[in-house]
């Protein structure tokens, strides 16, 4: 499954650059999906509220697999 956003490539970009200062890394793990590394060197961003908080998930190529990706959770810090 190829994951899609709705973004361009800049606004992607700078929406990642924002949110690795603001919120505070959780950790990575494996997800089901592809994403293209010419297309998205920095990954795919996306909203995520859950089971660790609410933030985002930012969605990464893996040379390891071309049936799973990296799925990074930053949330945001409660005070």
Request: proline content about 4%.
């Amino acid at each position: 499954m190829l994951i899609r956003t709705t973004l361009s490539v800049e606004e992607n970009n700078e929406l990642i650059d924002k949110v690795e200062s603001t919120c505070r890394f959780s950790h990575t793990s494996l997800a089901r999906g592809y994403v293209p590394v010419k297309t998205y060197p920095r990954g795919i961003i996306q909203p995520y509220k859950g089971r660790f908080g609410e933030g985002y998930v930012v969605l990464e190529h893996t040379s390891c697999s071309t049936r799973y990706c990296l799925k990074s959770y930053y949330i945001k810090e409660v005070h």
